[in-house]
């Protein structure tokens, strides 16, 4: 009990209330370390539920998981720790046993290092039902390095963490292991903590008269009429000459991103006819609605999703080719979009890496940051790093080292990090934990193509997607991935063919409400004339209301403050 009462005194503290008691929440920790250290750190929460967590009492708790030899050890530094050798099988490791409950949301952490080379690990948990994915970190000799991450389990029951390295020529060795479990309240809980610290801001109103004297009992108004959090949605060539997608987009949104038609498949479908005409009608019609665009994409790294020409090309017609096409496409549209993905997943795919050189990325980030770097940002866009645990091949650590690898081939410009946001089911530990490690990049962080998997789920799942992400504080932007056409949608429609929402469209209004706070706020001064609100960054117009009348009012900019400024501003009425 003093553990839990101790923690509520962290920034984060939360109160959470319980039927008939009230308790004190776990707060959450957001902390990672990318760097490699020569010591680990404390476990988060101490520990959790984990028996042992820094290995002070021998390997009480822990036993070896199929074959391997598990041994206690201890550094010169006097660091206890658990070393799994011999290993034979990419599985072999140690584990821990516990009881893991449905309802609840577990966040994992633990810190690894390997006896010789580097070697990429994953954190596993093994159920009746499944192997649970719970996070991936590439370890290394000589220091450790911290894995985070987080699992959900669709039943309750036992659960068994293990390591798994394909590399089963290094000793595995852990300490520092954490597993925390929270309830739906608590993770709730969080997030709406972490929106009144981040995305909120308390203004005060003081209503007074001719002379400076407080007017207690009047009415304040308050209309957001701009709102700060960049939140869009694709569309497509669907829209052109469309009223209705018109209509309905536009009366929403004031982000967005176009489907396909900047693609190069799209603009140079036969080699050397390069045709431009439908994204520029697309972007002058956005832009006559002051809709801000996102690029998306100068280059794809898949191979499926070239011009049908190019994959016959030798090596060195095929750079000369990439290099026209980034030259053309970001030179006629400079300075028109915030963005651009560059080189578009090019975690997952390698197609213009295994023809031209594992360095070829950072050669067109270079020339993309030359031509538009000033006013755009070249972006990395990839998908299943914060959607999927399952799929190691675009971890948030393997986003992590691509940076780093981007840093070392001497690209030193602006840099920002897509993660599209594809879900399938919803791990929100997981998601949450990702958005912590590519937060320790310290660079602009979007969720670019937002969506979820059709199902009886979808629109409730895509609410606590939005919510979650919505709430980490490093996210400066989210865009969906709903652009609709006759056919229907890549993976997510908001409406139907007449543009009436469906479930997911209803789902996406209450948040654009929630942020844009649609029926406004209204209130009344206390007797000293002050009106006290907790709102969304923005710009907006106060009003004080004498009976019928519009007394005063007064245009305001809510922006990012300290937790103890409240910005206090005077509505004046003659009385």
Same mark, same amino acid.
């Given at each position: 009990?003093?553990?839990? !009462?101790?923690?509520?005194?962290?920034?984060?503290?939360?109160?959470?209330?319980?039927?008939?008691?009230? #308790?004190?929440?776990?707060?959450?920790?957001?902390?990672?370390?990318?760097?490699?250290?020569?010591?680990?750190?404390?476990?988060?929460?101490?520990?959790?539920?984990?028996?042992?967590?820094?290995?002070?009492?021998?390997?009480?708790?822990?036993?070896?998981?199929?074959?391997? $030899?598990?041994?206690?050890?201890?550094?010169?530094?006097?660091?206890?720790?658990? #070393?799994?050798?011999?290993?034979?099988?990419?599985?072999?490791?140690?584990?821990?046993?516990?009881?893991?409950?449905?309802?609840? !949301?577990?966040?994992?952490?633990?810190?690894?290092?390997?006896?010789?080379?580097?070697?990429?690990? #994953?954190?596993?948990?093994?159920?009746? $039902?499944?192997?649970?994915?719970?996070?991936?970190?590439?370890?290394?000799?000589?220091?450790?390095?911290?894995?985070?991450?987080?699992?959900?389990?669709?039943?309750?029951?036992?659960?068994?963490?293990?390591?798994?390295?394909?590399?089963?020529?290094?000793?595995?060795? =852990?300490?520092?292991?954490?597993?925390?479990?929270?309830?739906?309240?608590?993770?709730?809980?969080?997030?709406?903590?972490?929106?009144?610290?981040?995305?909120?801001?308390?203004?005060?109103?003081?209503?007074?008269?001719?002379?400076?004297?407080?007017?207690?009992?009047?009415?304040?108004?308050?209309?957001?009429?701009?709102?700060? %959090?960049?939140?869009?949605?694709?569309? &497509?060539?669907?829209?052109?000459?469309?009223? =209705?997608?018109?209509?309905?987009?536009?009366?929403? %949104?004031?982000?967005?991103?176009?489907?396909?038609?900047?693609?190069?498949?799209?603009?140079?479908?036969?080699?050397?006819?390069?045709?431009?005409?439908?994204?520029?009608?697309?972007? =002058?019609?956005?832009?006559?609605?002051?809709?801000?665009?996102?690029?998306?994409?100068?280059?794809?790294?898949?191979?499926?999703?070239?011009?049908?020409?190019?994959?016959?090309?030798? =090596?060195?017609? !095929?750079?000369?080719?990439?290099?026209?096409?980034?030259?053309?496409?970001?030179?006629?549209?400079?300075?028109?979009?915030?963005?651009?993905?560059?080189? &578009?997943?090019?975690?997952?795919?390698?197609?213009?890496?295994?023809?031209?050189?594992?360095?070829?990325?950072?050669?067109?980030?270079?020339?993309?940051?030359?031509?538009?770097?000033?006013?755009?940002?070249?972006? !990395?866009?990839?998908?299943?790093?914060?959607?999927?645990?399952?799929?190691?091949?675009?971890?948030?650590?393997?986003?992590?080292?691509?940076?780093?690898?981007?840093?070392?081939?001497?690209?030193?410009?602006?840099?920002?990090?897509?993660?599209?946001?594809?879900?399938?089911?919803?791990?929100?530990?997981? $998601?949450?934990?990702?958005?912590?490690?590519?937060?320790?990049?310290?660079?602009?962080?979007?969720?670019?193509?937002?969506?979820?998997?059709?199902?009886?789920?979808?629109?409730?799942?895509?609410?606590?997607?939005?919510?979650?992400?919505?709430?980490?504080?490093? #996210?400066?932007?989210?865009?969906?991935?709903?652009?609709?056409?006759?056919?229907?949608?890549?993976?997510?429609?908001?409406?139907?063919?007449?543009?009436?929402?469906?479930? $997911?469209?209803?789902?996406?209004?209450?948040?654009?409400?929630?942020?844009?706070?649609?029926?406004?706020?209204?209130?009344?001064?206390?007797?000293?004339?002050? %009106?006290?609100?907790?709102?969304?960054?923005?710009?907006y117009e106060a009003k004080l209301i004498n009976g019928d009348a519009v007394s005063s009012s007064q245009e305001i900019n809510v922006v990012p403050n300290e937790e103890t400024v409240v910005d206090v501003h005077r509505l004046t009425v003659n009385v």
């Amino acid at each position: 009990m003093a553990k839990i !009462l101790n923690s509520c005194l962290i920034v984060f503290s939360i109160l959470c209330l319980v039927i008939g008691s009230q #308790v004190y929440a776990v707060p959450y920790d957001y902390s990672y370390t990318k760097e490699c250290l020569a010591k680990p750190l404390k476990p988060q929460y101490e520990g959790g539920v984990i028996v042992n967590p820094e290995l002070n009492e021998g390997l009480k708790g822990w036993t070896k998981f199929e074959d391997s $030899t598990v041994e206690h050890r201890e550094s010169d530094d006097g660091n206890k720790y658990i #070393v799994a050798s011999a290993r034979k099988q990419p599985f072999h490791s140690f584990s821990q046993k516990f009881n893991l409950e449905k309802e609840k !949301l577990y966040t994992f952490s633990a810190w690894l290092q390997v006896s010789n080379e580097d070697a990429y690990i #994953v954190a596993i948990f093994k159920t009746n $039902t499944s192997n649970v994915y719970a996070g991936w970190v590439t370890a290394q000799k000589g220091c450790w390095s911290m894995v985070k991450g987080g699992l959900v389990v669709n039943v309750s029951g036992p659960a068994e963490l293990y390591f798994e390295s394909n590399n089963t020529n290094v000793d595995i060795w =852990a300490d520092s292991i954490s597993l925390q479990p929270f309830t739906q309240q608590e993770w709730i809980s969080h997030q709406d903590q972490s929106i009144e610290k981040f995305r909120k801001s308390k203004v005060k109103f003081q209503a007074v008269d001719q002379h400076g004297q407080p007017i207690p009992n009047a009415t304040v108004s308050i209309k957001q009429n701009n709102a700060n %959090f960049p939140f869009g949605t694709a569309i &497509n060539k669907n829209i052109i000459g469309n009223s =209705a997608y018109q209509n309905w987009f536009f009366s929403r %949104f004031k982000y967005t991103v176009f489907e396909n038609e900047l693609k190069w498949v799209s603009t140079e479908y036969n080699r050397g006819s390069i045709d431009y005409s439908v994204p520029d009608a697309m972007i =002058a019609l956005a832009q006559s609605h002051g809709v801000t665009m996102r690029g998306h994409n100068v280059l794809w790294d898949e191979p499926q999703y070239q011009p049908y020409w190019v994959p016959g090309l030798s =090596a060195n017609d !095929l750079g000369a080719a990439a290099q026209k096409r980034l030259i053309s496409v970001m030179t006629k549209y400079k300075g028109r979009f915030i963005h651009w993905d560059v080189v &578009n997943e090019n975690l997952h795919w390698n197609f213009f890496e295994s023809r031209l050189g594992p360095n070829i990325s950072t050669v067109y980030y270079k020339y993309a940051n030359k031509i538009d770097g000033s006013r755009t940002i070249p972006f !990395l866009n990839e998908f299943n790093t914060i959607e999927e645990s399952t799929d190691g091949t675009a971890s948030p650590s393997r986003y992590l080292q691509k940076i780093d690898e981007m840093r070392r081939g001497r690209y030193g410009g602006p840099l920002g990090i897509g993660a599209q946001g594809h879900f399938g089911n919803l791990n929100l530990p997981y $998601t949450r934990s990702a958005l912590d490690m590519l937060a320790s990049a310290k660079l602009p962080l979007w969720v670019t193509e937002l969506d979820v998997k059709s199902g009886p789920n979808q629109a409730n799942f895509l609410n606590q997607a939005l919510r979650e992400i919505h709430s980490h504080y490093a #996210v400066q932007g989210i865009m969906m991935w709903t652009a609709w056409s006759p056919q229907g949608c890549y993976t997510m429609c908001l409406t139907d063919s007449n543009f009436r929402n469906l479930d $997911t469209g209803n789902v996406v209004d209450g948040f654009r409400n929630e942020l844009t706070h649609a029926d406004g706020v209204r209130g009344t001064t206390d007797s000293n004339g002050f %009106f006290e609100a907790s709102l969304f960054h923005g710009e907006y117009e106060a009003k004080l209301i004498n009976g019928d009348a519009v007394s005063s009012s007064q245009e305001i900019n809510v922006v990012p403050n300290e937790e103890t400024v409240v910005d206090v501003h005077r509505l004046t009425v003659n009385v």
